[in-house]
């Protein structure tokens, strides 16, 4: 099954399906079967990896650059600077950090990890000279809320924010309330983390249910239903090699209106507003 794709707001395509990298790089151990996941993910088609300098303290970046040697040109990596180095220098010093853990000359979509205190406009200045260095393509956020987005897109340039990285999930759907439809309007696609609730989500009844009615597992369903949402990137991450396989079938998976009647009574869709929530 080729990946789908959905679009950055300049129109050029990104892959809807990609692979997480939190907690890898925590373990020399694992190291190994991190790098093989990965690279196993390449195999089976994925091009986009989600990373970021938080994870492992950089020894995800340096995971992700093994398993991306020889092949980076085909692939979309996305990575992230922490909030505490998001002033204009240390943006761009973060930014030639991850550069060097990662192997490549560039990053293709480079998000700040969530929302400190240093000034949104510092931060975009630090985006907008790596950009015309070439050191990333495209910027954007991670674990914005609606006024953090407007606030950001009220800001000269700040409409050229290519992404919000943020909690989506069948348990977590209250930005379906507001954040969503004001991405959507704006054609700023949503990239949905923790798509499985870190695996929490997977022991839930309804889930079950559905799967059961399609010889399917509980993960490939809450991946399949955030695969149908519009305008959505779905980043699972899998250190286990049947979980990388597992996930991939998940594109196969076409859920009915049965099943999504099944899911919206186990996890409804949000009737108001509430505030962001991250892990
Ligand atoms: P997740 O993808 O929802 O879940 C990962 C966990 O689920 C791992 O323990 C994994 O086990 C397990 N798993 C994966 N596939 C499975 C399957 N088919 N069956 C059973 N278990 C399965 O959680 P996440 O890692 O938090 O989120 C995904 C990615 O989003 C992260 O890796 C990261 O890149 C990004 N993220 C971003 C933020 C942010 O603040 N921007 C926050 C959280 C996450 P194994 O590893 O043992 O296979």
Redesign the pocket.
Known sequence: MPIPTTRLPSGEPIPAFGL?????GESDKKRGDEVA?LKLGLDLGATLI???EM?GDGEAEEIVGDAIAGRRDSLFIVS?VLPENASRADTIAACEGSLKRLRTDRIDLY?L??RGSTPLEHTLEGFVQLQRDGKIRHWGV??FDTDDMEELLALPGGNACATN???Y?LKRRRIEFDLVPFCRARNIPIMA???????R??GAAALKEVAQRHGA?T??VALAWLLEQPATIV??????P???R??FAALDLRLTDEDRAILDRAFPPPSKKYALE??
């Open positions: 997480g990298t939190w907690m890898m996941a989600d990373t970021a994870y992230k998000l990890h969530w991670s674990n990285q943020v909690l999930n983390y923790s798509p499985i609730e870190q695996g989500l997977l597992t993960a490939q980043i699972p991450k899998a250190t286990n049947e979980h990388v597992e996930n991250m892990l």
